[in-house]
């Protein structure tokens, strides 16, 4: 075709070429199946697989078949060879992958490695490190928060164990080190250490490691988790041990160290992970926010990366078909082959600076579709080209087939691939511009067959996936381009790599701001059956949905009406969820936030406007409670202690709203949490006070007393929840008692009071320490609460709330609410009747009421079941958990 083409740079248009290739197809999804089941079989029956499949395909490979192949005697013979050809490459491919499969599967079993984990062992080994180092998350665990490790995968090249036996072996492990040396505990609590940085002292000799890099350690083998099958053993690493270097990395990943760290010094603002897959200094919530939006294939090294750098060589992707009619080469005049050859160079320095990881391999090799496309001037090429990826990729690296970010990187290409222009076409058809069709086609085609993967995995849909990726995809080919260009730069030109990190900070700052608002929309995303049952599920509904779409697009009108349904969904105004679920319901005052084991509680102080008591330990769920109450202002935020349950979701709290002050305790323990509320706090230029005992504020109708912790000097607390700040509110008639996570000790030392003393009986009750047993009998008597108010994470291992405290809340006339059952819990106000509330219940089943005092009915009228009804069946709504309504009368 080129070369009747008259031009030295070639032509290529797709119309001139013929049917659709699958003839790969079979083989490549044969070998992927192929390797995904002999990873675990025994040795015995992969051999036997692998002899099968080759005998097999010998038979059809008989000379005689091939020779009426190629003799064409008549066409029905030469259909029929081809048919047994056809198989044999079939039976081929699946013994090759069988083969090699079962290679990778034995280096995880072979050596003293495995049987060493399972004996627990001490060991000392060399390693060789074959990845880049990564952080944990830090995730609250209890009430503290869990230490933050480095994980690297390494293979253990050898051995000696604690009685001096030395074996040499090449077994993939994890290891696991400490990211800061641990600090001994303080009193006998739990102690927590904060998430480290990669400028943090203590973390850089672990996490400055690179690829090839030869270490020796002294460390504990465990068996890996059962999911776990490309590892032999986790190796966690004896306590603050630094790693001890034996051999230098290669030249290779030195210079790709260089590289990447010029990045880390030159930018600040554009998240690495858009140019080399680094997301080490990625914010966590900057991470769930890219999660919920589906945007996360920005954060790793995806094949969109390496067709935005193949287009600066030859053209944007909407001219792909025209063999290099765009892009540097025709203006430079390079030939088709040196143009391929060039491409396949910088295929190979993509790898080589973003490490032969898994996800780059897969990058490299749907982003040389685009190249294979671009040398061949076929575009009906790109559906074997894929073929072929996917083919060599599991040959080369079997585990591939059992990975899901591999499978979402084939899927979504060859939607991309296939299904995209038929989508674009149509829409064009329709008199949308064509490049508005093609960036929709795209996006839409992608999560439609994404989608069920993704269900699988978090058991979660994303209604906003679509238009965010639709509005982040302008801004990812400059963030790339200006970061690569940083990357080269910075090693020869740090000022000139800097200023182009400024310039890239603005695509990338649009995507997080993208990632972050469609993350807080109340309705961002569905809940929806996990495992491969609910992706089969939601397969169906996806289908059923594209034939009512195509019957759906040719009526304008209908199309708008369920566009603005959509956006009603995902936006949900409060003024229409509370007409809708009666969620918040109108006059409330007091709202216990559902935010799983921990604390958070806002206290109406007009319109838009509350006082927030504790902030909980998920930035998402503490967001979330407030968006669905309308909190855009918020005088004061009392944390009441430091522990994570309480302050880890303050981020949360803060974000996109106006805040007055925050005021906490002034016992500084756990000090990392104390210091990253100062952090936060300082980062948004709010001031940080200490709470004492007898101060007093209002604000509108709303009046609360401190009445703990002492003013110094004081006795020293036993723990940080002996220091919780306890408030005695008043409001609208009410009288309510927070009483933080405080103990035994600390309850009767607060009785001894003067304000103890004259602790008046109170209508609402926040039991301390999320329901504990460890309660004060008297102080509870004291109180006398009409409404006890329990936070607690649902199945949480402490058991929370105790059966004893809730016995004795309800002897004592008490009706008991738990956020574990009932969901989030709103205080409404005081009537004649008694005391109003209600409940969010966390699902639409009734049997799970609180339960009130003897002789008190349900109080409960027809309109709430009308609401009830409305309510169950808005519960495939997401966002704020909305279900049934529920009030009662207290007397």
């Not at 080994?125 to 998350?137: N, Q, W, Y």
């Not at 080190?177 to 303080?186: L, M, R, Y």
């Not at 094949?303 to 001219?319: D, E, H, K, Q, Y």
């Not at 809340?809 to 009747?833: H, I, M, P, Y």
Request: hydrophobic fraction near 50%.
């Amino acid at each position: 075709m080129h070369a009747a083409s008259g031009n030295r740079l070639g032509v290529a248009h797709p119309r001139q070429e013929g049917p659709l290739d699958l003839r790969l197809v079979a083989p490549a999804l044969a070998a992927w199946a192929a390797a995904a089941l002999a990873l675990g079989a025994s040795p015995g029956w992969a051999a036997l697989a692998v002899g099968f499949c080759a005998v097999a395909a010998g038979v059809l490979l008989l000379p005689g078949v091939v020779g009426t192949v190629r003799r064409q005697a008549r066409p029905a013979g030469s259909r029929r060879a081809w048919g047994r050809l056809s198989v044999a490459a079939v039976l081929l491919c699946t013994a090759a992958s069988t083969a090699s499969a079962a290679l990778h599967g034995a280096d995880v079993r072979r050596g003293p490695v495995p049987a060493l984990a399972a004996r627990y062992a001490e060991v000392t080994a060399e390693l060789e490190v074959s990845s880049d180092p990564r952080l944990t998350r830090p995730r609250v665990t209890g009430d503290h928060l869990a230490p933050t490790s480095v994980v690297i995968d390494a293979r253990v090249l050898r051995v000696v164990t604690a009685d001096g036996m030395e074996t040499s072996t090449r077994t993939p492990v994890l290891l696991i080190a400490n990211a800061i040396p641990p600090t001994p505990p303080d009193s006998g609590r739990s102690h927590s250490t904060g998430p480290p940085t990669a400028r943090d002292p203590g973390s850089l000799p672990w996490l400055a490691l690179l690829p090839s890099t030869r270490l020796r350690v002294q460390a504990r083998l465990a068996p890996p988790l059962a999911d776990s099958g490309r590892i032999a053993a986790v190796m966690r690493v004896n306590g603050g041990e630094v790693p001890h270097v034996v051999g230098a990395p290669s030249g290779l990943q030195r210079f790709a160290g260089k590289l990447r760290g010029g990045l880390r010094e030159a930018t600040d603002g554009l998240p690495p992970g858009l140019v080399v897959g680094d997301t080490s200094r990625v914010p966590a919530d900057l991470q769930d926010a890219f999660r919920a939006t589906d945007l996360t294939h920005l954060l790793a090294v995806s094949g969109a990366n390496f067709t935005i750098l193949l287009a600066l060589l030859i053209g944007p992707p909407g001219r792909a078909h025209r063999a290099e009619r765009g892009g540097l080469a025709p203006r430079l005049g390079i030939p088709l082959r040196a143009t391929a050859l060039l491409g396949g160079v910088l295929a190979l320095c993509f790898v080589i600076v973003c490490r032969p990881d898994p996800s780059v391999l897969r990058a490299a090799a749907c982003g040389g579709i685009a190249l294979l496309a671009i040398g061949t001037g076929r575009r009906r090429s790109l559906i074997p080209a894929l073929a072929a990826a996917v083919l060599l990729l599991v040959l080369y690296d079997p585990w591939l087939s059992r990975s899901y970010g591999f499978l979402l990187s084939v899927l979504a290409t060859g939607a991309l691939l296939t299904v995209a222009p038929r989508w674009s076409a149509a829409l064009r058809s329709r008199g949308v511009p064509p490049r508005a069709a093609e960036a929709l086609a795209a996006a839409a085609a992608a999560q439609a067959v994404c989608a069920p993967v993704v269900a699988v995995l978090a058991a979660r849909v994303s209604l906003v996936a679509v238009p965010c990726n639709l509005l982040a995809e302008f801004a990812v080919a400059p963030a790339t381009v200006l970061g690569f260009a940083a990357l080269a730069a910075a090693p020869v030109a740090m000022p000139l790599a800097k200023a182009l990190s400024w310039y890239a900070s603005w695509p990338t700052g649009w995507v997080a701001k993208i990632a972050r608002t469609g993350a807080a929309l109340p309705g961002n995303g569905v809940d929806w059956p996990g495992g491969w049952s609910g992706g089969l599920l939601l397969a169906l509904a996806t289908a059923v949905l594209v034939l009512v779409g195509r019957r759906l697009v040719r009526h304008p009108w209908w199309v708008v009406a369920c566009a603005l349904l959509l956006l009603l969904v995902v936006v949900q105004p409060p003024s229409l969820t509370r007409v809708i679920t009666g969620w918040p319901p109108p006059g409330w005052r007091l709202v216990m936030c559902d935010v799983g084991q921990g604390d958070a509680a806002v206290l109406s102080a007009g319109h838009g406007s509350g006082v927030v008591v504790d902030a909980g330990p998920d930035p998402v769920l503490a967001d979330r409670c407030l968006r669905s109450l309308g909190i855009t202002r918020i005088p004061l935020v009392v944390l009441t202690h430091f522990h994570a349950d309480h302050v880890a979701g303050l981020p949360g709290v803060l974000r996109g709203r106006s805040v007055g002050a925050i005021e906490t305790t002034g016992f500084q323990e756990p000090s990392d949490q104390a210091e990253f509320v100062r952090r936060q706090a300082a980062v948004r230029h709010i001031p940080v006070t200490r709470a004492v005992a007898g101060e007093r504020r209002r604000t509108g109708s709303l009046e609360w007393q401190v009445l703990w912790p002492p003013p110094r000097p004081a006795p020293v607390p036993e723990g940080p929840n002996d220091a919780s700040v306890t408030l005695l509110v008043r409001t609208a008639g009410l009288t309510m008692l927070l009483l933080g996570d405080l103990e035994p000790p600390a309850q009767r030392a607060l009785l001894r009071t003067p304000a103890g003393v004259r602790l008046p009986r109170v209508d609402v009750l926040k039991v301390a320490h999320h329901g504990s047993a460890y309660q004060d009998p008297v102080l509870l008597r004291r109180a006398a609460p009409r409404l006890a108010l329990i936070s607690c994470g649902e199945d949480n291992p402490y058991g929370h709330p105790s059966p004893s405290t809730v016995a004795a809340l309800q002897s004592g006339g008490a009706t008991v609410l738990r956020t574990d059952r009932n969901g989030a819990l709103a205080v409404v106000g005081a009537v004649a009747e008694g005391l109003m509330w209600a409940a969010a219940e966390a699902g639409p089943t009734t049997g799970r009421e609180a339960r009130a005092p003897p002789g008190q009915g349900p109080g409960r009228g027809p309109e709430a079941h009308v609401v009830a009804v409305i309510a169950a069946w808005l519960r495939v709504l997401p966002g704020e958990t909305t279900s049934h309504l529920k009030k009662r009368q207290l007397q």
